[in-house]
């Protein structure tokens, strides 16, 4: 029975992602290069497969040298590499065109990385997972994906782990380390309470628990507590599979008509397609002293 439950990790924001309110810099390369090696360290031992999306201003901000040699890590690692846009674009502000050459330009440095091991870019994941706010953008944004040899890669679990890391590191920054353990452990409950509840979610629609694939972000608060981050899963018997196997699921080839100006997971999405009626009210929301103490921090240093 545990057997049967499976998990497809994806890490976002590669090389790095950008955890306060200023965009990284040169400066962040070796704090870069060393948090994705904590991260890879764990999920090499573990023998987890991941999928990295790449967004390549990332690349360019932390340096050329510093980032392309990230990826290379990732690669030379065993792990794939997806595209994530150039520049984190949001397709709800952008026009078709301006969004295809986000696509275009998302391969700059993947895309060479990924031909020298004979391989090329298989999937895209929209930023904030925004696939198209009207119908016509949605359309034309999946035919270009699909002729460009993409495959969308989905997600059914996410934890907010972008919010909990502003604090966090914003706690470090402050040598807050009472502020920083608690949300260690905030953090950690969090995410156990949303791995259930989107199982459930998924379960509700399809009357079995489709092959997860949890969203996670490039950052030091993932790196940090990754080990017991992934044994939340393993205390649930989930076995971790690569992004292409989970996806071999039927539930993944349920039609994707649902025109959405906001993000939801697929559990949500398939909901829609399907005509099966869930409410995420009910949906745990991230303890509200996290953003209070990332606003009291930042009102505070100005
Ligand atoms: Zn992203």
Request: charged share 25%.
């Amino acid at each position: 029975m545990g057997q049967s439950r499976t998990v497809a990790i994806t890490v976002d924001d590669l090389p790095y992602a950008s955890d306060t309110p200023k965009p990284l810099g040169l400066e962040d390369a070796k704090t870069a290069m060393a948090e994705n090696k904590k991260m890879l360290r764990v999920f090499s031992q573990k023998h987890i497969p991941v999928t990295g999306f790449v967004i390549e201003q990332n690349v360019e901000r932390i340096g050329n040298d510093a980032g392309r040699k990230i990826l290379k890590t990732w690669i030379n690692a065993g792990f794939d590499l997806g595209n994530h846009t150039y520049s984190h674009a949001d397709s709800n502000t952008s026009s078709v065109d301006g969004f295809e050459q986000e696509i275009i330009q998302g391969e700059s440095t993947i895309g060479p990385l990924l031909r020298s091991v004979a391989r090329k870019p298989e999937y895209f994941r929209f930023p904030y997972n925004h696939t198209g706010n009207t119908k016509q953008k949605h359309d034309a944004i999946a035919t270009f994906l699909a002729a460009r040899g993409y495959r969308l890669a989905p997600c059914t679990i996410d934890n907010s782990d972008w919010e909990f890391d502003t604090a966090y590191v914003l706690a470090i920054r402050r040598h807050d380390h009472e502020k920083a353990t608690k949300l260690l452990v905030d953090y950690l409950s969090y995410t156990a309470a949303e791995i259930d509840w989107y199982s459930k979610l998924d379960k509700q629609v399809f009357g079995y628990e489709v092959p997860h694939v949890m969203l996670l972000h490039d950052n030091r608060l993932n790196a940090d507590i990754l080990s017991s981050l992934v044994a939340l899963f393993e205390q649930r018997g989930y076995r971790f599979v690569t992004l292409t196997d989970a996806l071999k699921d039927p539930a993944y080839s349920t039609p994707e008509t649902f025109i959405t100006k906001f993000g939801p997971m697929w559990g949500y999405r398939w909901a829609s397609e399907l005509n099966v009626k869930v409410s995420g009210s009910d949906e745990p929301d991230p303890p509200t002293w996290i953003s209070a103490y990332v606003k009291q921090t930042l009102a505070g240093s100005n």
